[in-house]
Protein backbone atom coordinates (compact mmCIF):
# COMPACT_ATOMS: atom_id res chain seq x y z
CA UNK A 1 0.00 0.00 0.00
CA UNK A 2 1.12 3.64 -0.76
CA UNK A 3 1.23 4.53 2.77
CA UNK A 4 3.68 1.59 3.77
CA UNK A 5 7.19 2.45 4.98
CA UNK A 6 10.21 1.77 3.38
CA UNK A 7 11.91 -1.07 5.20
CA UNK A 8 15.14 -2.46 4.94
CA UNK A 9 16.30 -5.75 6.06
CA UNK A 10 20.06 -6.80 7.41
CA UNK A 11 20.86 -10.21 7.75
CA UNK A 12 24.06 -10.84 9.27
CA UNK A 13 25.33 -13.26 12.03
CA UNK A 14 27.50 -10.85 14.28
CA UNK A 15 25.68 -8.49 16.09
CA UNK A 16 28.32 -6.03 16.04
CA UNK A 17 28.30 -6.03 11.95
CA UNK A 18 24.28 -5.38 11.91
CA UNK A 19 24.55 -2.62 14.87
CA UNK A 20 27.68 -0.76 12.49
CA UNK A 21 25.79 -1.38 9.23
CA UNK A 22 22.70 0.16 10.95
CA UNK A 23 24.50 3.16 12.33
CA UNK A 24 25.68 4.13 8.58
CA UNK A 25 21.98 3.35 6.97
CA UNK A 26 19.87 5.65 9.25
CA UNK A 27 17.53 8.33 7.78
CA UNK A 28 14.22 9.51 8.02
CA UNK A 29 11.88 7.46 6.09
CA UNK A 30 13.62 4.29 6.83
CA UNK A 31 12.84 1.09 8.58
CA UNK A 32 15.46 -0.89 9.37
CA UNK A 33 14.97 -4.51 10.38
CA UNK A 34 17.76 -7.17 11.57
CA UNK A 35 18.08 -10.84 11.57
CA UNK A 36 20.72 -12.83 12.58
CA UNK A 37 20.57 -15.72 10.53
CA UNK A 38 19.18 -16.63 7.20
CA UNK A 39 16.12 -18.62 8.72
CA UNK A 40 15.00 -15.41 11.25
CA UNK A 41 15.64 -13.37 7.61
CA UNK A 42 12.64 -15.57 5.67
CA UNK A 43 10.21 -15.54 8.47
CA UNK A 44 10.85 -11.78 8.16
CA UNK A 45 10.10 -11.61 4.70
CA UNK A 46 7.32 -13.46 4.93
CA UNK A 47 5.48 -10.87 7.17
CA UNK A 48 6.78 -7.51 5.92
CA UNK A 49 7.44 -6.25 2.77
CA UNK A 50 11.13 -5.14 2.28
CA UNK A 51 12.50 -2.67 -0.15
CA UNK A 52 16.10 -3.82 -0.13
CA UNK A 53 17.96 -6.86 1.55
CA UNK A 54 22.19 -6.61 2.61
CA UNK A 55 22.85 -10.18 3.56
CA UNK A 56 26.36 -11.40 4.83
CA UNK A 57 27.98 -13.92 2.37
CA UNK A 58 29.54 -16.17 5.12
CA UNK A 59 26.87 -17.18 7.97
CA UNK A 60 26.88 -20.54 9.36
CA UNK A 61 24.02 -23.18 8.49
CA UNK A 62 22.29 -21.46 5.46
CA UNK A 63 25.11 -18.57 3.79
CA UNK A 64 23.96 -15.56 1.37
CA UNK A 65 23.91 -17.16 -1.42
CA UNK A 66 21.58 -20.10 -0.25
CA UNK A 67 19.47 -17.81 1.27
CA UNK A 68 19.54 -15.60 -1.79
CA UNK A 69 18.56 -19.15 -4.20
CA UNK A 70 15.59 -19.75 -1.14
CA UNK A 71 14.65 -15.86 -1.97
CA UNK A 72 14.15 -16.61 -5.29
CA UNK A 73 12.27 -19.53 -5.34
CA UNK A 74 8.78 -17.75 -3.42
CA UNK A 75 6.57 -15.50 -4.62
CA UNK A 76 7.11 -13.20 -1.96
CA UNK A 77 10.83 -12.63 -1.94
CA UNK A 78 11.83 -12.76 -5.49
CA UNK A 79 11.83 -9.13 -6.30
CA UNK A 80 13.29 -8.01 -3.19
CA UNK A 81 17.01 -6.61 -4.17
CA UNK A 82 19.99 -8.38 -2.49
CA UNK A 83 23.09 -6.49 -1.66
CA UNK A 84 25.74 -9.08 -0.81
CA UNK A 85 28.34 -8.04 2.13
CA UNK A 86 31.52 -10.22 2.13
CA UNK A 87 34.96 -9.94 3.80
CA UNK A 88 36.46 -12.38 0.95
CA UNK A 89 38.87 -11.28 -2.07
CA UNK A 90 36.99 -10.19 -4.82
CA UNK A 91 37.05 -12.80 -6.79
CA UNK A 92 35.15 -13.17 -9.98
CA UNK A 93 33.97 -16.74 -9.19
CA UNK A 94 32.62 -15.77 -6.34
CA UNK A 95 31.00 -12.72 -7.50
CA UNK A 96 29.58 -14.07 -10.36
CA UNK A 97 27.81 -17.02 -8.26
CA UNK A 98 26.53 -13.89 -5.72
CA UNK A 99 24.78 -12.12 -8.98
CA UNK A 100 23.90 -16.20 -10.20
CA UNK A 101 21.88 -16.28 -7.13
CA UNK A 102 20.10 -13.14 -7.59
CA UNK A 103 22.17 -10.78 -6.03
CA UNK A 104 22.40 -6.94 -7.59
CA UNK A 105 25.69 -5.64 -6.28
CA UNK A 106 28.23 -6.19 -3.55
CA UNK A 107 29.60 -4.50 -0.62
CA UNK A 108 33.72 -5.20 0.78
CA UNK A 109 34.16 -5.08 4.16
CA UNK A 110 35.90 -3.19 6.02
CA UNK A 111 32.83 -0.86 4.50
CA UNK A 112 33.33 2.20 2.65
CA UNK A 113 30.35 4.76 4.39
CA UNK A 114 30.18 6.72 1.63
CA UNK A 115 29.62 3.77 -0.96
CA UNK A 116 26.85 1.81 1.32
CA UNK A 117 25.21 5.62 1.74
CA UNK A 118 25.53 5.81 -2.01
CA UNK A 119 24.36 2.59 -2.89
CA UNK A 120 21.38 2.57 -0.70
CA UNK A 121 20.29 6.31 -1.71
CA UNK A 122 19.95 4.36 -5.28
CA UNK A 123 17.84 1.54 -3.71
CA UNK A 124 16.00 4.37 -1.41
CA UNK A 125 14.67 6.34 -3.77
CA UNK A 126 14.06 3.52 -6.05
CA UNK A 127 11.47 2.52 -3.34
CA UNK A 128 9.77 6.12 -2.80
CA UNK A 129 9.35 6.59 -6.56
CA UNK A 130 7.57 3.16 -6.34
CA UNK A 131 5.10 4.01 -3.19
CA UNK A 132 4.70 7.13 -5.54
CA UNK A 133 4.16 5.32 -8.24
CA UNK A 134 1.33 2.74 -6.33
CA UNK A 135 -0.21 5.75 -4.49
CA UNK A 136 -1.00 7.21 -7.95
CA UNK A 137 -1.96 3.84 -9.47
CA UNK A 138 -4.50 3.14 -6.44
CA UNK A 139 -5.94 7.00 -6.84
CA UNK A 140 -6.44 6.84 -10.34
CA UNK A 141 -8.45 3.50 -9.33
CA UNK A 142 -10.55 5.53 -7.00
CA UNK A 143 -11.13 7.93 -9.49
CA UNK A 144 -11.71 4.97 -12.74
CA UNK A 145 -14.08 3.68 -9.84
CA UNK A 146 -15.97 6.59 -9.29
CA UNK A 147 -16.14 7.93 -12.88
CA UNK A 148 -17.72 4.07 -13.58
CA UNK A 149 -20.22 4.79 -11.24
CA UNK A 150 -21.04 8.48 -12.35
CA UNK A 151 -21.58 6.83 -15.91
CA UNK A 152 -23.63 3.59 -14.50
CA UNK A 153 -25.25 6.54 -12.55
CA UNK A 154 -25.92 8.74 -15.63
CA UNK A 155 -26.71 5.85 -17.88
CA UNK A 156 -29.16 4.65 -15.65
CA UNK A 157 -30.91 8.01 -14.97
CA UNK A 158 -31.24 8.17 -18.87
CA UNK A 159 -32.41 5.15 -19.09
CA UNK A 160 -34.99 4.91 -16.64
CA UNK A 161 -35.70 8.46 -17.11
CA UNK A 162 -39.21 9.58 -18.21
CA UNK A 163 -36.48 12.18 -20.63
CA UNK A 164 -35.30 10.78 -24.02
CA UNK A 165 -31.90 11.90 -24.24
CA UNK A 166 -30.54 12.33 -27.47
CA UNK A 167 -27.11 13.54 -28.68
CA UNK A 168 -25.46 14.81 -31.70
CA UNK A 169 -22.23 15.76 -33.30
CA UNK A 170 -21.62 19.40 -34.67
CA UNK A 171 -23.03 17.21 -38.24
CA UNK A 172 -25.77 16.59 -36.39
CA UNK A 173 -24.86 12.68 -36.41
CA UNK A 174 -26.62 10.44 -33.83
CA UNK A 175 -23.98 9.39 -30.87
CA UNK A 176 -26.49 8.36 -28.25
CA UNK A 177 -30.09 7.48 -27.91
CA UNK A 178 -31.10 6.17 -24.78
CA UNK A 179 -33.38 3.44 -23.60
CA UNK A 180 -36.20 6.49 -22.53
CA UNK A 181 -35.73 7.85 -26.36
CA UNK A 182 -36.33 3.98 -27.68
CA UNK A 183 -39.17 3.91 -25.69
CA UNK A 184 -40.72 7.27 -26.73
CA UNK A 185 -40.12 6.80 -30.16
CA UNK A 186 -40.15 3.55 -31.19
CA UNK A 187 -36.84 2.86 -32.47
CA UNK A 188 -33.73 0.43 -31.22
CA UNK A 189 -30.97 2.52 -30.46
CA UNK A 190 -28.87 0.18 -32.91
CA UNK A 191 -30.52 1.44 -35.68
CA UNK A 192 -30.01 5.48 -35.56
CA UNK A 193 -26.27 5.46 -34.03
CA UNK A 194 -23.90 7.02 -36.75
CA UNK A 195 -26.66 8.06 -39.02
CA UNK A 196 -28.08 11.48 -39.43
CA UNK A 197 -30.69 12.70 -37.47
CA UNK A 198 -32.77 14.25 -40.56
CA UNK A 199 -32.64 10.67 -41.26
CA UNK A 200 -34.61 9.48 -38.56
CA UNK A 201 -38.24 9.82 -38.85
CA UNK A 202 -39.08 11.03 -35.25
CA UNK A 203 -38.77 14.98 -35.88
CA UNK A 204 -40.32 17.32 -38.57
CA UNK A 205 -38.12 19.63 -40.69
CA UNK A 206 -38.68 22.57 -38.63
CA UNK A 207 -37.28 20.98 -35.34
CA UNK A 208 -34.13 19.59 -37.61
CA UNK A 209 -33.52 23.33 -38.71
CA UNK A 210 -33.78 24.52 -34.43
CA UNK A 211 -31.06 22.30 -33.42
CA UNK A 212 -28.81 22.98 -36.76
CA UNK A 213 -29.52 26.79 -35.75
CA UNK A 214 -28.44 25.35 -31.90
CA UNK A 215 -24.97 24.12 -33.24
CA UNK A 216 -24.63 26.92 -35.79
CA UNK A 217 -24.76 29.34 -32.33
CA UNK A 218 -22.03 27.48 -30.67
CA UNK A 219 -23.03 29.20 -27.76
CA UNK A 220 -22.04 26.68 -24.85
CA UNK A 221 -23.43 28.84 -22.33
CA UNK A 222 -27.01 28.95 -23.80
CA UNK A 223 -29.78 26.51 -22.61
CA UNK A 224 -32.13 26.04 -25.50
CA UNK A 225 -35.76 24.71 -24.92
CA UNK A 226 -39.10 24.63 -26.81
CA UNK A 227 -42.13 22.85 -28.08
CA UNK A 228 -42.77 20.81 -30.85
CA UNK A 229 -44.82 17.45 -32.20
CA UNK A 230 -42.77 14.66 -33.24
CA UNK A 231 -43.34 11.14 -34.11
CA UNK A 232 -43.88 8.66 -31.46
CA UNK A 233 -44.26 4.75 -30.96
CA UNK A 234 -48.30 5.11 -30.86
CA UNK A 235 -48.46 8.14 -32.81
CA UNK A 236 -47.62 12.04 -32.81
CA UNK A 237 -46.56 13.45 -29.25
CA UNK A 238 -45.99 16.74 -27.38
CA UNK A 239 -43.06 17.19 -26.72
CA UNK A 240 -41.03 19.75 -24.76
CA UNK A 241 -37.16 20.00 -25.80
CA UNK A 242 -34.56 21.13 -24.01
CA UNK A 243 -30.92 21.31 -25.96
CA UNK A 244 -27.20 21.94 -24.62
CA UNK A 245 -24.36 22.70 -26.74
CA UNK A 246 -21.11 21.07 -25.27
CA UNK A 247 -17.79 22.47 -26.70
CA UNK A 248 -14.68 19.67 -27.05
CA UNK A 249 -11.75 21.43 -25.22
CA UNK A 250 -9.31 19.57 -27.56
CA UNK A 251 -10.49 20.55 -31.11
CA UNK A 252 -13.35 22.99 -30.17
CA UNK A 253 -16.14 21.22 -32.08
CA UNK A 254 -19.42 21.37 -31.08
CA UNK A 255 -22.07 18.58 -29.77
CA UNK A 256 -25.94 19.11 -29.10
CA UNK A 257 -27.24 17.28 -26.14
CA UNK A 258 -31.17 17.36 -26.26
CA UNK A 259 -33.48 16.15 -23.29
CA UNK A 260 -36.91 15.71 -24.73
CA UNK A 261 -40.12 15.21 -22.04
CA UNK A 262 -43.23 13.80 -23.33
CA UNK A 263 -45.98 16.33 -22.46
CA UNK A 264 -48.80 14.67 -24.30
CA UNK A 265 -51.18 13.52 -21.64
CA UNK A 266 -50.69 17.19 -19.98
CA UNK A 267 -51.72 18.64 -23.35
CA UNK A 268 -54.71 16.40 -23.59
CA UNK A 269 -55.43 17.36 -19.94
CA UNK A 270 -55.23 20.79 -20.97
CA UNK A 271 -57.50 20.68 -23.92
CA UNK A 272 -59.95 18.69 -21.50
CA UNK A 273 -59.66 21.53 -18.85
CA UNK A 274 -60.47 24.31 -21.57
CA UNK A 275 -63.80 22.15 -22.44
CA UNK A 276 -64.80 21.64 -19.12
CA UNK A 277 -64.46 24.91 -17.93
CA UNK A 278 -65.98 26.12 -21.64
CA UNK A 279 -69.02 23.22 -20.64
CA UNK A 280 -68.92 24.76 -16.76
CA UNK A 281 -69.55 28.08 -18.21
CA UNK A 282 -72.20 27.07 -20.30
CA UNK A 283 -74.23 25.13 -17.64
CA UNK A 284 -73.70 27.85 -15.17
CA UNK A 285 -75.00 30.41 -17.86
CA UNK A 286 -78.04 28.15 -18.63
CA UNK A 287 -78.43 27.60 -14.65
CA UNK A 288 -78.68 31.56 -13.88
CA UNK A 289 -80.26 32.02 -16.52
CA UNK A 290 -83.37 29.19 -15.57
CA UNK A 291 -83.37 30.93 -11.97
CA UNK A 292 -83.65 34.44 -12.87
CA UNK A 293 -86.25 33.29 -15.20
CA UNK A 294 -87.67 31.11 -12.67
CA UNK A 295 -87.81 34.23 -10.84
CA UNK A 296 -89.33 36.93 -12.88
CA UNK A 297 -92.38 34.54 -13.95
CA UNK A 298 -93.09 33.57 -10.47
CA UNK A 299 -93.11 36.94 -9.34
CA UNK A 300 -95.20 38.12 -11.87
CA UNK A 301 -98.06 34.90 -11.03
CA UNK A 302 -97.54 35.30 -7.03
CA UNK A 303 -100.14 37.06 -4.83
CA UNK A 304 -97.89 38.44 -2.15
CA UNK A 305 -94.14 37.93 -1.28
CA UNK A 306 -94.97 35.01 0.87
CA UNK A 307 -96.51 33.30 -1.83
CA UNK A 308 -93.97 34.21 -4.16
CA UNK A 309 -91.31 32.53 -1.38
CA UNK A 310 -92.87 29.92 -1.05
CA UNK A 311 -93.09 28.78 -4.80
CA UNK A 312 -89.81 29.97 -5.96
CA UNK A 313 -87.91 28.08 -3.16
CA UNK A 314 -89.84 24.68 -3.89
CA UNK A 315 -88.89 25.53 -7.51
CA UNK A 316 -85.31 25.97 -6.92
CA UNK A 317 -84.81 23.59 -4.63
CA UNK A 318 -86.43 21.12 -7.15
CA UNK A 319 -83.43 22.27 -9.94
CA UNK A 320 -80.83 22.23 -7.00
CA UNK A 321 -81.73 18.39 -6.07
CA UNK A 322 -82.23 17.46 -10.27
CA UNK A 323 -78.16 19.44 -10.09
CA UNK A 324 -77.06 16.64 -7.29
CA UNK A 325 -78.79 14.07 -8.97
CA UNK A 326 -76.78 14.66 -12.11
CA UNK A 327 -73.57 15.12 -10.28
CA UNK A 328 -73.81 11.57 -8.47
CA UNK A 329 -74.10 10.20 -12.47
CA UNK A 330 -71.36 12.82 -13.08
CA UNK A 331 -73.58 14.17 -15.82
CA UNK A 332 -74.12 11.35 -17.70
CA UNK A 333 -77.81 9.70 -17.37
CA UNK A 334 -80.19 10.39 -14.34
CA UNK A 335 -82.72 7.54 -13.85
CA UNK A 336 -86.34 9.04 -13.73
CA UNK A 337 -87.21 6.75 -10.66
CA UNK A 338 -84.13 8.88 -9.06
CA UNK A 339 -86.47 11.93 -9.90
CA UNK A 340 -89.48 10.61 -8.65
CA UNK A 341 -87.79 9.63 -4.80
CA UNK A 342 -86.42 12.74 -5.15
CA UNK A 343 -89.74 14.55 -5.04
CA UNK A 344 -91.04 11.97 -2.25
CA UNK A 345 -87.68 12.71 -0.38
CA UNK A 346 -88.65 16.65 -0.75
CA UNK A 347 -92.22 16.08 0.21
CA UNK A 348 -93.61 17.14 -2.80
CA UNK A 349 -95.20 13.85 -3.39
CA UNK A 350 -96.99 11.53 -1.23
CA UNK A 351 -95.49 7.64 -1.77
CA UNK A 352 -98.56 6.52 -0.65
CA UNK A 353 -101.02 8.31 -2.97
CA UNK A 354 -98.55 8.09 -6.01
CA UNK A 355 -98.30 5.01 -8.17
CA UNK A 356 -96.13 4.24 -10.88
CA UNK A 357 -94.72 1.89 -13.13
CA UNK A 358 -92.66 1.92 -16.33
CA UNK A 359 -89.36 0.60 -17.45
CA UNK A 360 -86.10 1.72 -15.97
CA UNK A 361 -85.30 5.02 -18.15
CA UNK A 362 -82.35 7.24 -18.59
CA UNK A 363 -82.81 10.56 -18.78
CA UNK A 364 -80.54 13.20 -20.22
CA UNK A 365 -79.33 16.19 -18.55
CA UNK A 366 -81.30 18.54 -19.93
CA UNK A 367 -84.31 16.41 -19.65
CA UNK A 368 -83.67 15.09 -16.01
CA UNK A 369 -83.55 19.56 -15.15
CA UNK A 370 -86.73 20.28 -17.41
CA UNK A 371 -88.45 17.48 -16.19
CA UNK A 372 -87.44 17.97 -12.05
CA UNK A 373 -89.28 21.14 -12.34
CA UNK A 374 -92.05 19.95 -14.76
CA UNK A 375 -92.77 16.79 -11.89
CA UNK A 376 -92.52 19.72 -8.94
CA UNK A 377 -95.26 21.50 -10.59
CA UNK A 378 -97.62 18.46 -11.45
CA UNK A 379 -96.78 17.77 -7.38
CA UNK A 380 -97.25 21.28 -5.67
CA UNK A 381 -100.68 21.65 -8.52
CA UNK A 382 -102.07 18.24 -7.17
CA UNK A 383 -101.68 19.22 -3.27
CA UNK A 384 -102.84 22.83 -4.17
CA UNK A 385 -106.09 21.76 -6.50
CA UNK A 386 -106.08 18.57 -7.51
CA UNK A 387 -105.93 14.84 -6.24
CA UNK A 388 -103.20 15.41 -3.57
CA UNK A 389 -105.19 18.14 -1.39
CA UNK A 390 -107.68 15.23 -0.06
CA UNK A 391 -106.78 12.47 1.66
CA UNK A 392 -108.24 9.73 -0.52
CA UNK A 393 -106.67 11.33 -3.46
CA UNK A 394 -104.40 9.36 -5.91
CA UNK A 395 -101.72 9.80 -8.59
CA UNK A 396 -101.07 6.80 -11.33
CA UNK A 397 -97.93 8.19 -12.96
CA UNK A 398 -97.14 5.41 -16.06
CA UNK A 399 -94.68 5.75 -18.92
CA UNK A 400 -93.75 3.80 -21.93
CA UNK A 401 -91.99 3.65 -25.23
CA UNK A 402 -94.13 4.33 -27.89
CA UNK A 403 -93.75 4.93 -31.73
CA UNK A 404 -90.24 6.01 -30.64
CA UNK A 405 -90.99 8.68 -27.95
CA UNK A 406 -91.50 8.35 -24.45
CA UNK A 407 -94.73 9.31 -22.99
CA UNK A 408 -95.77 10.16 -19.46
CA UNK A 409 -99.25 9.85 -18.64
CA UNK A 410 -100.03 11.65 -15.18
CA UNK A 411 -103.37 10.44 -14.12
CA UNK A 412 -105.32 12.21 -11.17
CA UNK A 413 -107.97 10.53 -9.29
CA UNK A 414 -110.73 11.12 -5.78
CA UNK A 415 -109.82 14.65 -5.92
CA UNK A 416 -112.60 17.39 -5.83
CA UNK A 417 -114.13 18.05 -9.22
CA UNK A 418 -111.62 19.62 -11.87
CA UNK A 419 -112.55 21.96 -14.52
CA UNK A 420 -109.93 23.85 -16.69
CA UNK A 421 -108.14 27.08 -15.32
CA UNK A 422 -109.63 30.40 -16.87
CA UNK A 423 -106.38 31.23 -17.00
CA UNK A 424 -102.76 29.41 -17.89
CA UNK A 425 -100.72 29.96 -14.85
CA UNK A 426 -97.14 30.14 -15.34
CA UNK A 427 -96.86 26.45 -13.70
CA UNK A 428 -98.74 25.31 -16.33
CA UNK A 429 -97.28 27.08 -18.55
CA UNK A 430 -93.70 25.57 -17.04
CA UNK A 431 -95.38 21.88 -17.10
CA UNK A 432 -96.62 22.78 -21.10
CA UNK A 433 -93.34 24.05 -22.27
CA UNK A 434 -91.20 22.71 -19.70
CA UNK A 435 -89.68 19.75 -21.57
CA UNK A 436 -87.90 21.89 -24.84
CA UNK A 437 -89.27 20.85 -28.35
CA UNK A 438 -91.61 17.81 -26.61
CA UNK A 439 -95.06 18.15 -26.00
CA UNK A 440 -97.61 17.80 -23.26
CA UNK A 441 -101.08 17.63 -23.11
CA UNK A 442 -103.72 18.17 -20.55
CA UNK A 443 -107.02 16.67 -20.48
CA UNK A 444 -109.24 18.21 -17.69
CA UNK A 445 -111.85 15.59 -16.76
CA UNK A 446 -114.02 16.38 -13.86
CA UNK A 447 -113.08 13.26 -11.66
CA UNK A 448 -109.12 14.54 -12.45
CA UNK A 449 -106.62 16.12 -14.66
CA UNK A 450 -104.30 13.56 -17.49
CA UNK A 451 -101.49 15.56 -18.53
CA UNK A 452 -99.86 13.70 -21.48
CA UNK A 453 -95.88 14.64 -21.89
CA UNK A 454 -93.93 12.97 -25.17
CA UNK A 455 -90.47 13.65 -24.88
CA UNK A 456 -89.01 12.26 -28.58
CA UNK A 457 -85.09 12.26 -27.66
CA UNK A 458 -82.57 12.63 -24.91
CA UNK A 459 -83.78 9.05 -23.16
CA UNK A 460 -83.18 5.11 -22.87
CA UNK A 461 -84.39 2.24 -21.95
CA UNK A 462 -82.76 -0.22 -19.61
CA UNK A 463 -82.56 -3.62 -18.94
CA UNK A 464 -83.39 -4.13 -15.15
CA UNK A 465 -86.34 -4.26 -13.03
CA UNK A 466 -88.77 -1.39 -11.86
CA UNK A 467 -87.11 0.39 -9.10
CA UNK A 468 -89.07 0.30 -5.61
CA UNK A 469 -90.53 3.32 -4.77
CA UNK A 470 -88.82 4.78 -1.87
CA UNK A 471 -91.01 5.19 1.60
CA UNK A 472 -91.69 8.49 2.70
CA UNK A 473 -89.27 9.80 5.38
CA UNK A 474 -90.16 10.49 8.89
CA UNK A 475 -87.63 13.88 8.36
CA UNK A 476 -90.98 15.30 6.12
CA UNK A 477 -93.78 15.52 9.10
CA UNK A 478 -94.71 19.01 9.23
CA UNK A 479 -93.01 21.17 11.73
CA UNK A 480 -94.64 24.23 12.86
CA UNK A 481 -93.54 24.81 16.37
CA UNK A 482 -90.73 27.79 16.78
CA UNK A 483 -87.18 27.20 17.50
CA UNK A 484 -87.35 30.55 19.95
CA UNK A 485 -84.55 30.96 21.71
CA UNK A 486 -82.53 28.58 20.40
CA UNK A 487 -78.46 29.56 19.74
CA UNK A 488 -77.36 29.00 16.37
CA UNK A 489 -73.40 29.00 15.30
CA UNK A 490 -72.90 29.72 11.73
CA UNK A 491 -70.35 28.33 9.63
CA UNK A 492 -70.53 29.91 6.06
CA UNK A 493 -67.74 32.21 3.92
CA UNK A 494 -70.34 33.41 1.48
CA UNK A 495 -71.85 36.92 2.89
CA UNK A 496 -74.90 36.56 0.68
CA UNK A 497 -75.58 32.99 2.08
CA UNK A 498 -74.90 33.87 5.52
CA UNK A 499 -76.76 36.92 5.40
CA UNK A 500 -80.09 34.88 4.10
CA UNK A 501 -80.14 32.19 6.47
CA UNK A 502 -79.45 34.15 8.95
CA UNK A 503 -82.43 36.18 8.33
CA UNK A 504 -84.60 32.62 8.20
CA UNK A 505 -83.53 31.77 11.46
CA UNK A 506 -83.88 34.78 12.84
CA UNK A 507 -87.76 35.11 11.56
CA UNK A 508 -88.08 31.79 12.95
CA UNK A 509 -87.35 32.75 17.03
CA UNK A 510 -83.60 31.43 16.65
CA UNK A 511 -80.62 33.35 17.74
CA UNK A 512 -77.58 33.70 15.49
CA UNK A 513 -74.49 33.79 17.96
CA UNK A 514 -72.13 34.09 15.92
CA UNK A 515 -71.56 34.19 11.68
CA UNK A 516 -67.81 32.80 11.27
CA UNK A 517 -66.22 33.31 8.36
CA UNK A 518 -62.51 31.35 8.72
CA UNK A 519 -61.80 28.54 10.14
CA UNK A 520 -60.09 30.33 13.07
CA UNK A 521 -62.86 31.92 14.05
CA UNK A 522 -64.82 28.57 13.66
CA UNK A 523 -62.59 26.85 15.48
CA UNK A 524 -62.91 30.02 18.33
CA UNK A 525 -66.28 29.84 18.14
CA UNK A 526 -66.96 25.72 18.65
CA UNK A 527 -64.57 25.96 21.30
CA UNK A 528 -65.80 28.84 23.81
CA UNK A 529 -69.00 29.79 22.29
CA UNK A 530 -72.30 29.26 24.39
CA UNK A 531 -74.66 27.65 21.21
CA UNK A 532 -77.24 24.65 20.92
CA UNK A 533 -76.83 23.87 17.67
CA UNK A 534 -74.28 24.80 14.53
CA UNK A 535 -74.79 24.82 10.82
CA UNK A 536 -71.76 23.80 9.16
CA UNK A 537 -70.67 24.73 5.83
CA UNK A 538 -68.04 22.16 3.94
CA UNK A 539 -65.19 23.68 3.82
CA UNK A 540 -64.09 28.00 4.45
CA UNK A 541 -62.23 29.37 1.67
CA UNK A 542 -60.93 26.00 0.13
CA UNK A 543 -60.08 24.73 4.07
CA UNK A 544 -61.58 21.77 5.34
CA UNK A 545 -63.63 22.16 8.27
CA UNK A 546 -62.95 18.57 9.70
CA UNK A 547 -61.36 20.30 13.35
CA UNK A 548 -64.11 22.36 13.62
CA UNK A 549 -66.27 19.41 13.81
CA UNK A 550 -64.63 17.40 16.16
CA UNK A 551 -64.67 20.19 18.19
CA UNK A 552 -68.02 20.89 18.13
CA UNK A 553 -67.96 16.79 18.28
CA UNK A 554 -65.88 16.80 21.85
CA UNK A 555 -68.67 19.37 23.07
CA UNK A 556 -71.93 17.03 22.26
CA UNK A 557 -73.36 20.23 20.23
CA UNK A 558 -75.06 19.08 17.17
CA UNK A 559 -74.52 20.20 13.87
CA UNK A 560 -75.57 19.28 10.44
CA UNK A 561 -73.59 20.22 7.12
CA UNK A 562 -74.72 22.67 4.78
CA UNK A 563 -72.89 22.55 2.02
CA UNK A 564 -72.81 21.52 -1.98
CA UNK A 565 -70.79 18.78 -1.58
CA UNK A 566 -72.15 14.98 -0.91
CA UNK A 567 -71.30 13.30 2.35
CA UNK A 568 -68.30 11.56 0.51
CA UNK A 569 -66.88 15.22 0.20
CA UNK A 570 -67.32 16.11 3.72
CA UNK A 571 -65.70 15.06 6.81
CA UNK A 572 -65.25 11.83 7.57
CA UNK A 573 -66.34 10.03 11.07
CA UNK A 574 -69.54 12.25 11.32
CA UNK A 575 -72.26 10.23 9.83
CA UNK A 576 -75.13 11.18 12.45
CA UNK A 577 -74.66 14.56 11.01
CA UNK A 578 -77.15 15.26 8.88
CA UNK A 579 -76.68 17.24 5.28
CA UNK A 580 -78.19 20.07 3.63
CA UNK A 581 -77.56 20.75 0.24
CA UNK A 582 -77.49 24.28 -1.38
CA UNK A 583 -79.82 25.86 -1.90
CA UNK A 584 -81.20 24.92 1.39
CA UNK A 585 -85.37 24.57 1.80
CA UNK A 586 -85.89 27.39 5.06
CA UNK A 587 -88.61 24.63 5.97
CA UNK A 588 -86.04 21.89 5.87
CA UNK A 589 -83.26 24.06 7.27
CA UNK A 590 -85.74 25.09 10.81
CA UNK A 591 -86.93 21.19 10.94
CA UNK A 592 -84.13 19.87 10.90
CA UNK A 593 -82.51 22.29 13.84
CA UNK A 594 -85.40 22.29 15.82
CA UNK A 595 -84.42 18.39 15.72
CA UNK A 596 -81.25 18.84 16.57
CA UNK A 597 -82.13 20.78 19.46
CA UNK A 598 -84.73 18.73 20.87
CA UNK A 599 -82.36 16.18 20.59
CA UNK A 600 -79.87 17.74 22.85
CA UNK A 601 -82.37 18.69 25.54
CA UNK A 602 -83.45 15.31 25.85
CA UNK A 603 -79.83 14.18 26.59
CA UNK A 604 -79.32 16.86 28.75
CA UNK A 605 -82.02 15.97 31.19
CA UNK A 606 -81.05 12.65 30.69
CA UNK A 607 -77.91 13.27 32.21
Avoid at 134 to 163: F, K, M, T, V, Y
Avoid at 228 to 243: F, M, N, P, Q, S
Avoid at 262 to 289: F, M, P, Q
Avoid at 438 to 456: C, F, K, M, S, Y
Wanted: glycine fraction near 6%; include cysteine; charge should be negative.
Amino acid sequence: MPNRPIRFLLVDDVPENLTALEALLRRDGLEIHKAHSAAQALEMMLVQDFQLAFVDVQMPQINGYELAELMRGTERTREIPIIFVTAADRNETRRFRGYEAGGVDYIFKPIDPVILKSKAEVFFRLARQAKDLERQRDELREIAHDRDLAIASLRAHADNSPLALVECDADLVVRGWSQAAERMFGIRQDAVIGRRIDTVPSFAAETLAMFADWIAAHDSLARHSAETVARGADGDIHCELYGSVLTDPSDGRASLSVQILDVTEGHRAEEVRSLLVGELNHRIKNTLANVQAITRQTLRSATDMKDFSTRFSGRLQALARAHSILSDVTWSSASLDELLDDQIKAGTLDCDSLRRSGPRVGLSPENTLRLALVLHELGTNAAKYGALSVPDGRVHLSWRVQAGELVLVWREAGGPPVRAPAAQGFGSTLIGTGIGDNRAEADWQPTGVIWTIRIASGFAVTPGPEATPLPEPEVQAAVTDAITGCRVLLVEDEPLVAMDVSCGLEDAGATVVRVAQTLAEALAAAATDDIDVALLDGNLGGEPVDRVAQALSNRAIPFCFVSGYGREHLPQGFNDAPVLTKPVDPDVLIRTIRLMASERARAAVAV
